[in-house]
């Protein structure tokens, strides 16, 4: 297995050569480079390329104008279109999705979304009820609904496990992502970035395993790890507290040997032994990633961007060109720590007045560079920055009817899920929880100033297939991110689904998993 | 035996007992079931079916109704054997009902058991068929109770493209007839008898047949086929399958000449999108000419701006193009863009005369890191008036030269500049960018010219802990007496601390 690189294929002894690939035209650049520079007096290999999650004829046709169409023996596809990243969570990865669908207007992956949601309605039973909130969650729907209608014949007849569907644009909630996420694991992916549930993180304060290993540290987090289960979507200043009553129990635990008396107790010990040294192992490492992150989250740079966000959240200043932002451009700061926060600024403010807009725009152009001009442009498209149309701010209305921002916020015992922005609740979750109840009928003022059509569709099931709800049990809402969803958002998620009286458990599915960051940077354009 | 069971003879009682005590009633009783099935009298048949039951009052008559009425199932509790399966018996019925119904003198078709067990009830079906006995084949699949995909559909299926044949049928009548037969039938392809009727040369009773079918999938090739590519192109995009509007988007280039094709785009806005996405991949000239039709003069600049980096190499080239994209944006009027790219423009030719005349790396520098590079190149004179030229504001300027001086470390220079106006950004940065250079003489210096509110900040970063301290207490503030005590350390700094907390005793006292 190699990653897909240009020039010649690495060297090995085989004659079957299979290509996995995105359909995607520049890949098929180097697919074609790969083939063309196989060493004609070499054994012959086959080759054969399978498009995930769907074949394209462009691609097709790219191959052959690139003259190798006719080497691949087999040209299939595996349409896998949602992968399993833990129980409760799909992801299609696809990072393209939010600005093919609100840029492009292109809908490949709203379609790819509605094969996945087919899918899994062959395997978990057909979804009785779908809501949605958005343009594409409109189109999604409508795409299910009519790939419903081609299987007519076959009638699905498995007990179904979600009783809803809950499909959001992302554009729905552009603020949410743009707030830097306070969550263990929230921090995690925005200081090192979560790559396909794998953080790259510095040596430094891990125990080195060899000699000289220099290496970042590649850790795999999921909540098959019992430690990283309880305290991934904990607020970071809950984190610490939770390790060292670990770290006690851990040591108490190897105490145990000294009371080890007889064989029988012993042989008791040692066969605990092995989970216990992957428990010392586990809170070694994260340990490790606590105080990596604490060193970031303490600084004054981290406190000051905090602080201004939260300003902006709660509805302070939103109006005026913001000091720190100004003095992050002087000191050119990174560009798209810049970007989130002036977008963040516009969102809070139903966007910006001309003039401050202009301010910004002048400024970011003139310290890093004109050609920004194309990411300006692109961000403006995309709703993130704007200038103020009506002369109207929305969004106190949508906070306060919503309750977006809470002044009383328990980190460490969260009775809310602001807990996972120390104070700002998550727009899109908390419209899936009042979805749950009292249902969308109360907010019907905010839906109507929130973008896109809100909608409900019904998809009969036979009786058999019925469910008769036991009193206490929960409902299972499936909900579907169209353009990304953040891990600060799955951890409100699951907060609740872990409340007592919650009564919904969440399945979270995604075209992909991000952070702000990694958003604006697929918005960004550089032309050189 | 059979006969003396049949005649209701006593004996037939003992007979039984025997081949019974021998072990062999099964096989007997198999025996049965099996001649029953080569036997071509409905009455013979009936004899040698009923042995394998029990001779009892009103078991016969379930028989007779197996055999050529409705019913279907029978019971077989009542059978001389316990546990004697019933499936070989049920099913010879079934088997026997069907050949005797293709026997029967208006179908004709003779059969023996052996030859139909050869041939497979889809083959018997399929001959049925090719002599249009429809409604006889789709009551055998109905009472076999075959799978509809294999049954009843196929044979609609049929059916229907039969039907299309009938060329003194209206169109409407024909697609309606069939579609109330067929209905969502499932299994049934209204697109295969789409085909077979554009087979025949009814295109338009194709394209109504194609209405009905639900998979977009199955329209589209069809469609195209026929030359109803603006159709397919509409089919297409209802499906959302991306992929099946670029076939027929690809159809339709080749097909239409390039005007019917941009308008036909046009009404399209979904192709539309999907299509300039592939030209910018493919063909950027197409891109530009689309955006040309539609007046969309800001993406027209965008277009030229993207030109003016990736396929522009000398200066000229790349100046030309950002006047072409200038002059779309205001036709946009997209004022501010139009702006910058002539901002961009004229720091191009700058950067450009700075390189013939300095020497060294300036093109596509950002302007701000222009000025930045000619301040540590010593040019100052020069970053001064391109400040001016793009009217730099006044606090980012500070910070840029701040930056720039301290990454020279020309502490002379830094500390003139610091002289040379009231600083609009304070002192503190001054502070903090010495620290940063590891100057904590020079940082002192600024230090003190720190405003009141950030003074015990900056008293901290240079080390001065007692003087932060005084400072604190001079002004009261409880956020700032603990951030002071944070930084005392306990062996050098405890007269420090034990005085911050005099102070703060002192404070809650009032």
Request: aromatic share 8%; hydrophobic share 40%.
């Amino acid at each position: 297995m190699f990653t897909l690189k240009g020039n010649r294929l690495p060297a090995a002894d085989v004659k079957n050569i299979i290509f996995f690939v995105r359909p995607r035209l520049e890949l098929m650049d180097i697919i074609a480079e790969n083939v063309l520079s196989e060493d004609r007096r070499g054994p012959v290999r086959d080759f054969h390329i399978l498009f995930v999650p769907r074949r394209s004829l462009l691609c097709e046709q790219r191959l052959k104008d690139l003259g190798v169409l006719g080497s691949f023996i087999h040209r299939e596809e595996y349409s896998l279109d949602l992968i399993p990243f833990d129980g409760d969570l799909l992801s299609m990865e696809s990072e393209g999705a939010f600005k093919e669908c609100y840029l492009e207007g292109d809908q490949t992956s709203l379609y790819h979304a509605a094969k996945g949601l087919m899918t899994l309605q062959a395997l978990y039973g057909t979804i009785p009820q779908i809501f949605g909130k958005g343009e594409c969650a409109r189109q999604v729907a409508n795409m299910m609904i009519r790939m419903k209608r081609e299987f007519t014949g076959s009638q699905n007849s498995i007990f179904p496990v979600f009783d809803n569907l809950l499909l959001l644009d992302r554009n729905v909630d552009l603020l949410t992502p743009l707030a830097t996420q306070l969550t263990y694991e929230g921090l995690i992916d925005e200081i090192y970035g979560i790559q396909n549930s794998y953080a790259k993180l510095p040596p430094e304060k891990f125990a080195p395993k060899k000699q000289g290993d220099g290496e970042a540290k590649k850790l795999q987090l999921n909540s098959a790890e019992e430690l990283y289960a309880e305290i991934r979507d904990k607020n970071f200043n809950a984190v610490g507290s939770v390790l060292s009553k670990k770290a006690k129990v851990i040591s108490a635990a190897f105490e145990e040997r000294h009371n080890a008396k007889t064989v029988g107790e012993i042989k008791q010990f040692v066969s605990q032994l092995p989970h216990m040294q992957a428990a010392r192992g586990s809170l070694a490492n994260h340990t490790s990633i606590a105080e990596l992150i604490k060193d970031v989250t303490t600084s004054e740079d981290f406190f000051d961007k905090l602080t201004v966000e939260q300003e902006f959240m709660s509805g302070i200043d939103t109006d005026k060109v913001n000091n720190y932002i100004e003095d992050c451009i002087a000191q050119k700061h990174p560009l798209i720590k810049v970007l989130r926060l002036v977008c963040l600024q516009s969102v809070c403010n139903s966007g910006l007045k001309q003039k401050v807009l202009d301010y910004y725009k002048r400024e970011i152009l003139q310290t890093y560079g004109y050609e920004h001009i194309l990411t300006l442009y692109n961000l403006e498209k995309a709703g993130l920055l704007k200038p103020q149309t009506g002369g109207r701010n929305n969004y106190p209305t949508i906070r306060k009817t919503l309750r977006l921002w809470m002044d009383d916020v328990n980190e460490q015992n969260p009775t809310d899920i602001s807990y996972v922005y120390s104070g700002y609740a998550p727009l899109s979750v908390r419209l899936a929880q009042l979805l749950s109840r009292p249902g969308w009928r109360s907010i019907e003022e905010v839906l109507r100033i929130l973008p896109g059509p809100h909608f409900e569709e019904r998809q009969p099931l036979p009786t058999g297939l019925q469910k008769k709800r036991q009193p206490g049990e929960n409902r299972v809402t499936l909900i579907f991110f169209l353009g990304g969803v953040t891990f600060a958002e799955i951890a409100a998620l699951r907060f609740l689904s872990q409340l007592e009286d919650g009564g919904t458990e969440y399945v979270i599915a995604t075209t992909k998993l991000m952070n702000g960051s990694s958003w604006i940077e697929a918005l960004m354009e550089k032309p050189f | 035996m059979t006969w003396l069971w049949l005649k209701e003879s006593q004996k037939a009682d003992e007979y039984l007992r025997e081949i019974q005590e021998l072990g062999q009633l099964t096989q007997a009783v198999q025996q049965c079931i099996e001649a029953a099935g080569h036997e071509h009298q409905p009455d013979m048949q009936k004899s040698l079916l009923r042995v394998g039951l029990e001779g009892r009052a009103g078991q016969g008559w379930e028989l007779s109704l197996l055999l050529s009425g409705s019913s279907q199932a029978a019971s077989f509790g009542k059978c001389f054997l316990d546990r004697f399966p019933p499936d070989s018996f049920v099913c010879m019925c079934q088997d026997l009902r069907v050949l005797n119904a293709v026997r029967d003198y208006h179908i004709g078709i003779p059969l023996t058991y052996s030859q139909y067990k050869q041939l497979t009830i889809q083959v018997l079906l399929d001959r049925l068929v090719l002599r249009r006995l429809y409604p006889l084949a789709i009551q055998i699949c109905e009472y076999l109770r075959l799978p509809e995909v294999q049954g009843v559909s196929r044979i609609l299926a049929h059916w229907a493209c039969y039907k299309v044949q009938q060329k003194d049928v209206s169109d409407e009548d024909v697609a309606r007839a069939i579609n109330q037969k067929l209905g969502d039938t499932p299994g049934v392809s209204y697109s295969d008898i789409a085909a077979r009727a554009y087979g025949c040369g009814r295109t338009e009773l194709a394209i109504k047949l194609l209405e009905y079918e639900p998979r977009s999938g199955e329209q589209v090739p069809l469609l195209l086929k026929m030359k109803r590519s603006k159709l397919a192109l509409s089919k297409a995009i209802e499906s959302g399958d991306t992929d099946l509007v670029f076939t027929v988007l690809l159809h339709l280039k080749n097909e239409l000449n390039r005007g019917d094709f941009f308008m036909t785009l046009r009404n399209q806005p979904m192709a539309l999108s999907l299509y300039r996405q592939f030209c910018k991949h493919q063909e950027l000239e197409t891109l530009k000419d689309l955006y040309n039709q539609d007046d969309n003069h800001q993406e027209l600049g965008s277009f030229h701006i993207r030109a003016s980096y990736a396929t522009e190499e000398r200066i000229e080239g790349r100046v030309a193009a950002l006047q072409t994209a200038a002059d779309a944006f205001y036709k946009a009027k997209n004022e501010f863009a139009a702006k910058a790219t002539e901002d961009q423009m004229r720091l191009l030719r700058l950067q450009r005369r700075l390189e013939d005349e300095l020497g060294g790396q300036f093109l596509d520098l950002s302007l701000h890191d222009t000025v930045t590079t000619l301040i540590l190149g010593g040019h100052n004179k020069r970053a001064e008036q391109l400040a001016r030229d793009f009217r730099i504001p006044d606090k980012r300027l500070w910070w840029l030269k701040l930056t720039a001086l301290a990454d020279l470390e020309d502490w002379e220079e830094l500390e003139k500049f610091s002289k040379s106006k009231k600083s609009p950004i304070g002192y503190l940065p001054f502070v903090e960018i010495c620290m940063k250079q590891h100057n904590k003489y020079e940082a002192k210096k600024y230090a003190s010219r720190v405003g009141p509110e950030q003074k015990v900040k900056a008293l901290l970063l240079v080390g001065d802990v007692a003087q932060a301290a005084d400072v604190a207490i001079e002004h009261r503030n409880e956020a700032e007496l603990s951030l002071v005590l944070s930084h005392c350390t306990g062996a050098t700094d405890g007269a420090t601390a034990d005085k911050i907390q005099r102070a703060r005793a002192q404070a809650q006292k009032k």
